[in-house]
């Protein structure tokens, strides 16, 4: 079974400045990671992703995050935000297959304050 | 391309009341999954179809919600009867062989129950 830690519930960082949301994961397997973000009133929609290959994965609007094996954590990261990124962000893992079902985190909320 | 269609996006109801969910995938999407997101809280797989079959509904609470997917295409999720705990966002999402493990979600119908 899976398990997703999002360490924070919510997040306040002035805009311009730098961000971390941070992610843990829990699997006896390897997993495919995600990022999604949800805006009010909204689905999901996914920011990035990572299945294999390079452990730093970029995606859109200028997030990236890193996938560390060894201490089982995807965190995200943007070096400038904007107010348009207030949202609840949910990191979520999957098993490395296709089509299979999301576990998702708690979310964390992001405010950017002017 | 059109995106993911849920309907309705707000249902309000009284307890021990019926209510059904509608969803329409991505066409050409043989996946297609429903969540369960409670305020505060990730979104929970309800069930997940891999076209009109059920690939896992080991989370559906089954003495009340039931969910079909006769042709392959869209889907219905109903809850008979309603519980004061059902108050969700229901989220519908899709996905195909080619989208590279990414599920694609609709808007959500917010279920309020009083």
């Known amino acids: 079974a899976q398990s997703v830690t999002q360490l924070d519930s919510q997040v306040p960082v002035f805009e311009e400045a730098p961000v971390e949301l941070r992610c843990n994961y829990s699997?006896?397997?390897?997993?495919?990671l995600f990022w999604y973000v949800q805006y009010p009133n909204q689905g999901l929609q996914l920011l990035l992703k990572?299945?294999?290959?390079?452990?730093l994965v970029k995606g859109i609007n200028g997030f990236e995050a890193e996938f560390n094996k060894s201490q089982t954590s995807f965190h995200l990261r943007k070096p400038s935000v904007h107010i348009s990124d207030t949202a609840e962000y949910f990191c979520a893992v999957s098993a490395p297959q296709g089509a299979q079902k999301l576990v998702f985190g708690q979310g964390t909320r992001l405010t950017i304050n002017p | 391309e059109a995106g993911v269609a849920q309907s309705p996006r707000y249902k309000i109801i009284e307890k021990r009341q019926s209510v059904a969910f509608w969803c329409n995938p991505i066409s050409g999407h043989a996946t297609l999954y429903w969540y369960q997101q409670i305020l505060g809280q990730g979104p929970k797989l309800l069930i997940q179809f891999q076209n009109n079959g059920v690939v896992d509904d080991s989370q559906l609470p089954k003495d009340r919600f039931s969910a079909e997917r006769l042709k392959g295409v869209d889907s219905t999720l109903k809850i008979q009867p309603a519980k004061l705990e059902d108050s969700a966002v229901y989220l519908c999402?899709?996905?195909?062989?080619?989208?590279?493990?990414?599920?694609?979600f609709g808007p959500g119908t917010r279920l309020t129950v009083l």
């Open positions: 999402a899709s996905t195909s062989r080619t989208s590279a493990a990414e599920q694609f």
């Open positions: 990572y299945l294999s290959g390079s452990t």
């Open positions: 699997s006896s397997v390897s997993v495919y």
